[in-house]
């Protein structure tokens, strides 16, 4: 398991906290392939009902770790960690309560599309800067986002890439809930244990009835855009966004 992951069960609810704080849990091959772990084991485990994912410090996950992606441009295998993680995380038969106390980016806030409850602090700030990095959407995003927001506000979220309120990822049925700051964990447990407390099959069964779209076809688009998205991470585009953030600097797209 990572050292940047906290695994606990108690009270029939495994917490798996992120936990990366200086880096803004920015998910490093280790993370995803510790919390793809994780998930699995806590959806097998007898003992456990409820996941609540989570993070220490003041933000929720800043994304893939960028200078991951540049050290793993030329593998092939750069993006099969974070998408066995998110084929766990969109298949799972038990429920998800995600906490987000801060900033969610990237992957940070497409692994909440796959998370059946999901509470915000009001300090929270959303941010889908796909396109803005040379690259395109993941996790599900370019199926699931036009679905539930529709094509016009989908690109704005995805294309356009800025960040967003807690309230308007609230309005846009992104997240269910912001709650003021310093009761976000309290209420988060207290959901959780609501939720632990609830006949289990009937919880589960009732996840697998509702889930809007064909797990086929969302297994398929994962895929697909995992196609596109390393094929994107060799483009130019995306070189020169994501050294521009490691040089801390503004991107410069004029010559393409
Ligand atoms: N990958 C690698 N390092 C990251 C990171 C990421 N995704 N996000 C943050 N960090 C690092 C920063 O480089 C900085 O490291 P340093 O202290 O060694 O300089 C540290 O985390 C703190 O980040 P900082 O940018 O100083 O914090 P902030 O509060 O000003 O901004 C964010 C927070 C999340 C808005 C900003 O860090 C950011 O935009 N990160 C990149 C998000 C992103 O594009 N993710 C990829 C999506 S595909």
């Known amino acids: 398991m990572s050292e940047h992951l906290n695994v606990t069960i108690r009270d029939r609810i495994c917490q798996i906290l992120l936990n990366r704080p200086d880096k803004k849990n920015a998910l490093t091959m280790a993370m995803y392939e510790g919390l793809t772990q994780a998930l699995k084991d806590?959806?097998?485990?007898?003992?456990?009902?409820?996941?609540?994912?989570?993070?220490?410090?003041?933000?929720f996950c800043s994304g893939n770790d960028i200078g991951d992606f540049i050290g793993a441009i030329n593998s092939p295998n750069a993006v099969?960690?974070?998408?066995?993680?998110?084929?766990?995380?969109?298949?799972?038969?038990?429920?998800?309560?995600?906490?987000?106390?801060?900033?969610?980016?990237?992957?940070?806030?497409?692994?909440?599309?796959?998370?059946?409850?999901?509470i915000a602090s009001d300090q929270a700030s959303f941010q889908l800067p796909f396109a803005r990095l040379g690259l395109v959407p993941e996790g599900g995003a370019s199926l699931i986002l036009p679905q539930l927001v529709g094509h016009r506000r989908a690109f704005e979220?995805?294309?356009?890439?800025?960040?967003?309120?807690?309230?308007?990822?609230?309005?846009?049925?992104?997240?269910?809930?912001?709650?003021?700051?310093?009761?976000l964990q309290?209420?988060?447990?207290?959901?959780?244990?609501?939720?632990?407390?609830?006949?289990?099959?009937?919880?589960?069964?009732?996840?697998?009835?509702?889930?809007?779209?064909s797990q086929s076809q969302?297994?398929?688009?994962?895929?697909?855009?995992?196609?596109?998205?390393?094929?994107?991470?060799?483009?130019?585009?995306?070189?020169e966004?994501?050294?521009?953030?490691?040089?801390?600097?503004?991107?410069?797209?004029?010559?393409?």
């Open 218 to 239: 969302l297994q398929e688009v994962l895929l697909a855009e995992v196609e596109q998205f390393a094929a994107r991470l060799k483009s130019a585009e995306a070189m």
């Open 80 to 118: 099969q960690a974070p998408l066995q993680f998110l084929q766990t995380i969109s298949s799972l038969a038990k429920p998800i309560v995600a906490v987000v106390p801060g900033v969610a980016v990237g992957i940070g806030v497409t692994m909440l599309l796959h998370c059946d409850l999901v």
């Open 186 to 213: 309290d209420l988060s447990i207290l959901e959780a244990g609501k939720l632990a407390a609830l006949a289990p099959d009937a919880v589960r069964q009732s996840k697998a009835m509702i889930r809007n779209i």
């Open 42 to 59: 806590a959806d097998a485990n007898p003992e456990v009902r409820v996941i609540l994912l989570g993070s220490t410090g003041d933000s």
């Open 241 to 256: 966004a994501l050294q521009a953030f490691m040089q801390k600097r503004e991107p410069d797209f004029s010559r393409f």
């Open 157 to 183: 979220l995805l294309v356009m890439g800025e960040s967003f309120s807690a309230t308007t990822a609230s309005d846009l049925g992104i997240i269910n809930r912001v709650v003021m700051h310093n009761s």
